[in-house]
């Protein structure tokens, strides 16, 4: 497996946010991550990039531990994490947003970026800070990808967006998906998760209570029930 979190336990000060995470994602693989609010998600994600250091567990990349790396040193072995709040810069254009985050051996270069996501290249002078909440989601992105990633992990890609904003962002990530880059999936909404995702992990209270296949998981609806309690429409 390219990812491996084993009994991974992590704080928040004196909370005890993850009690014991293990889950896995092979080479091209999309999994979701799913979970009530508070349950773990995020700071999972987190963990991963090297942004909460785990107390005790192990994370693995392509074998190598990554504890007590800095995040900037995960980011360059291929673990790319776009965060909830986006972090792009807000007074630079789009495309000095996307150069920043540019490396030379990179697969992904400024137009296979503009190819996937046409908005940018049409806003490509424009400010971040004038960006719409789907075409800053859209930078976030595009910017991880010039990164050269191996793993994208989105931590709530969709939430907010406009339905029509949602079905483009969807399909750009099946063109990612295709590419041959896995996708770990922090998300709401499961009709999303579930049009993209070969596997899903639910957390509950910071610990894995299922994991399935995407056909499982849609035939299931006692776990949706139960843990998330929402429905796929």
């Known amino acids: ?46 963990a991963i990039a090297g942004v909460v250091a785990p107390r005790q567990g192990r994370v693995s990349f392509d074998g190598a531990a990554l504890a007590g790396l800095a995040p900037h040193r995960i980011a360059a072995r291929g673990v790319c994490f776009v965060p909830e709040h ?10 000095e947003n996307l150069r920043l985050g540019a490396r030379r051996d990179s697969p992904w270069q400024l137009e296979d970026i503009y190819r996937i996501f046409p908005r940018l290249k049409e806003r490509r002078r424009n400010g971040g800070a004038q960006l719409s909440g789907g075409e800053q989601q859209m930078l976030a992105i595009g910017r991880a990808l010039m990164n050269r990633p191996r793993l994208l992990m989105l931590d709530e890609p969709v939430e907010g967006l406009a339905p029509v904003i949602v079905e483009e962002i969807v399909a750009q990530l099946k063109l990612i998906k295709a590419a041959g ?3 770990l999936l922090v998300e709401q909404n499961l009709e999303v998760c579930t049009q993209l995702a070969d596997r899903h992990y639910v957390i ?25 309690g929402v429905g796929v429409a």
């Open 86 to 95: 986006r972090g792009i810069f807000r007074l630079l254009t789009v495309e």
């Open 204 to 228: 509950e209270q910071g610990a894995i209570v299922y994991q399935g296949g995407n056909a499982a998981f849609l035939a299931d609806q006692s776990v949706r029930d139960r843990y998330l």
């Open 1 to 46: 497996m390219m990812l491996e979190l084993d009994a991974v336990h992590g704080y928040y000060g004196k909370s005890h946010v993850l009690q014991g995470v293990s889950m896995t994602i092979g080479e091209g693989e999309t999994v979701t991550l799913l979970g009530r609010n508070g349950a773990g998600k995020s700071t999972t994600l987190k």
């Open 181 to 183: 880059v896995a996708i």
